[in-house]
């Protein structure tokens, strides 16, 4: 299976979330090619909103993998930083995180 995009979901703060991305790569990948800034999006009910286009990155992932392919994938709030807990809701910043990824059969 390749991997054509991916996007990523969702965020509490107003500003810009900015989401570095490890999936297997065949090669090193070029600089910030792994990287998504998050934006606060009106098309999706402001949730916070990136994708990218990978299709030429040769990511892959196939269904039989022993072991299973892992991805880290590490989150940085506005201006930099941990996440934490949004103050006025006292809740975690991001409670939950959507990545969808567009694919196709090779």
């Given at each position: 299976m390749k991997i054509n995009s991916i996007t990523f979901l969702r965020c509490s703060d107003d500003g810009d979330y900015?989401?570095?991305l490890t999936?297997?790569?065949h090669v090193p990948p070029p600089a910030d090619f792994n990287t998504l800034t998050l934006s606060k999006s009106k098309?999706?009910?402001g949730l916070h909103f990136a994708?990218?286009?990978v299709s030429g990155a040769a990511v892959t992932m196939r269904?039989?993998?022993d072991p299973p392919t892992t991805w880290r994938i590490t989150m940085?709030?506005?201006g930099g930083g941990?996440?934490?807990e949004d103050p006025v809701h006292h809740t975690p910043e991001v409670s939950d995180a959507l990545v969808?990824?567009?694919?196709q059969w090779e």
């Amino acid at each position: 299976m390749k991997i054509n995009s991916i996007t990523f979901l969702r965020c509490s703060d107003d500003g810009d979330y900015r989401v570095t991305l490890t999936p297997p790569l065949h090669v090193p990948p070029p600089a910030d090619f792994n990287t998504l800034t998050l934006s606060k999006s009106k098309a999706y009910g402001g949730l916070h909103f990136a994708t990218k286009d990978v299709s030429g990155a040769a990511v892959t992932m196939r269904p039989d993998d022993d072991p299973p392919t892992t991805w880290r994938i590490t989150m940085k709030r506005p201006g930099g930083g941990n996440l934490g807990e949004d103050p006025v809701h006292h809740t975690p910043e991001v409670s939950d995180a959507l990545v969808v990824l567009g694919y196709q059969w090779e």
